[in-house]
Nanobody
Framework: VQLQASGGGLVQAGGSLRLSCADSGRSFSRYAMGWFRQAPGKEREFVAAISSSGATTSYADSVKGRFTISRDNAKNTVYLQMSSLKPEDTAVYYC???????????????????WGQGTLVTVSS
C-alpha cells in the first residue's frame, strides 16, 4: 500500500474542497480507508472512514453533514468532499488504510496500518 494524498489548498469559510488519496498498490479494494486531520499543536483526529466495499461510512460529529467520504475501487482512490468549510477545519489531512473496518477501531489513529503524506487545508475566515 502506497498512499498519496492531494487536493489541499486555501479556501474561504463556507467554501468547498475535495481531497483525493490514491493507492499505487494492487490491493486497494481489500482495505478500509480513512481520513484523519491534525491541526497545529493538536493530536491527530478522526474525520471519516469507509469500508472496503464502500457500503459503510463513519464520520466524526464535527464534520457530519458537511463532509462526504467515497471511494472508486477501479481508480484505487478515496475521496473526501468537504463543504461548508470552517476555519476550525484548518489542518493537515492524512489518508490511511487498514484491512479491518471496526466502528471503534477506525476512530483511533494508531489502529491504522498505512498512512499517506498529509495535504494542508487552510480555511480563511
Amino acid at each position: 500500500v502506497q498512499l498519496q494524498a492531494s487536493g489541499g489548498g486555501l479556501v474561504q469559510a463556507g467554501g468547498s474542497l475535495r481531497l483525493s488519496c490514491a493507492d499505487s498498490g494492487r490491493s486497494f479494494s481489500r482495505y478500509a480507508m480513512g481520513w484523519f486531520r491534525q491541526a497545529p499543536g493538536k493530536e491527530r483526529e478522526f474525520v471519516a472512514a469507509i469500508s472496503s466495499s464502500g457500503a459503510t461510512t463513519s464520520y466524526a460529529d464535527s464534520v457530519k453533514g458537511r463532509f462526504t467520504i467515497s471511494r472508486d475501487n477501479a481508480k484505487n482512490t478515496v475521496y473526501l468532499q468537504m463543504s461548508s468549510l470552517k476555519p476550525e477545519d484548518t489542518a493537515v489531512y492524512y489518508c490511511a488504510a487498514d484491512e479491518t473496518y471496526n466502528f471503534i477501531r477506525i476512530r483511533i489513529a494508531s489502529m491504522w496500518a498505512y498512512w499517506g503524506q498529509g495535504t494542508l487545508v487552510t480555511v480563511s475566515s
